[in-house]
């Protein structure tokens, strides 16, 4: 593979050489997560990479919430580098880099952070199924590699395996897996074009793990909180809607009868108008009225 991104790299500008993921699985139910992303500038000034991870499961009609915590970022052998994390709709932002510095070429960022509720459990099964490399990436990656590590306790031989490529909800399966003593790896086929992703499924025997549930996620609108203000919008935009379209006409018409009508000052009505002036003097002032 190193020499396929050899001969491949030339070809491609901005690009990440290398997607190495490392996923531990805790006997607590908790999920560690290494990356080391080799991200290839080219000869582009940047300050630096975005990050983005989905923290919500979907579950039939149900979503469930995973936590994010202890991230640390560090850069080209264990610099610091400065990170924001912003969460919208279900998804964290790592936005990486120094706003006030620019940088071009090659750079290998190490992203570590703890994820927990990141497990599903059955009774067959408890399974991790890990979007490792999302699909939000906007550049090409031409390897991509993800390793999971599992609890010494489990029995090897009862884990099953699955992995995905492709843009979101690609059930193409072109990549490798490898099962090793304690490790299994996953390794893309091909390069990743822009938002495509590598998913990896590893099933362990039931029990293997703590149940660390997720959090359900409830929509503003239907917590209780939410249904009572939907429902006072509902009664208040009804109460204006009668007032502006039935008793404000009524009110016009019953204000024009009781004070709208010309009194009767009992004299009838007379016009005067003045005549033209004979002989009268008239003088015209032209001005441009569209300038000053």
């Avoid at 492709?166 to 897996?177: A, D, F, M, R, Y």
């Amino acid at each position: 593979m190193v020499e396929q991104i050899g001969a491949q790299s030339d070809a491609f500008g901005e690009r990440i050489d290398v997607y190495d993921v490392h996923v531990t699985v805790n006997k607590d139910g908790t999920l560690h997560v290494i990356e080391n992303i080799q991200y290839n500038f080219a000869a582009l000034e940047r300050h630096g990479i975005r990050r983005w991870i989905p923290l919500r499961l979907n579950e039939g009609e149900k979503q469930y919430e995973i936590a994010l915590s202890n991230v640390h970022v560090a850069m080209d052998n264990g610099v610091k580098v400065p990170v924001k994390i912003a969460t919208s709709d279900g998804v964290a932002e790592l936005k990486i880099g120094d706003p006030k510095r620019v940088i071009t070429g090659k750079h290998t960022y190490e992203i570590r952070y703890t994820i927990g509720g990141g497990m599903r459990y059955s009774d067959v099964r408890d399974e991790l199924y890990w979007n490792a490399v999302g699909q939000q990436w906007e550049v090409p990656i031409l390897s991509a590699v993800v390793s999971v590590t599992y609890p010494s306790s489990v029995d090897g031989t009862k884990i099953n395996t699955k992995c995905f490529t492709g843009v979101s909800g690609s059930i193409e399966e072109q990549c490798k897996i490898y099962k090793n003593n304690g490790r299994i790896d996953f390794e893309s086929n091909r390069v990743l074009n822009p938002q495509e992703g590598l998913t990896i499924a590893v099933g362990l025997p039931p029990g293997s793990v703590d149940k660390l549930l997720p959090k359900e996620y409830i929509p503003f609108n239907k917590t209780p909180l939410g249904k009572l203000l939907i429902s006072l919008g509902i009664v208040l935009g009804s109460v204006l809607a009668v007032c502006w379209y039935i008793v404000y006409p009524i009110w016009i018409v019953v204000r024009w009868f009781i004070h709208g009508r010309d009194p009767d000052v009992g004299i009838d009505p007379t016009a005067h108008f003045n005549g033209p002036m004979v002989n009268a003097k008239i003088s015209f002032s032209c001005r441009n009225r569209g300038a000053y």
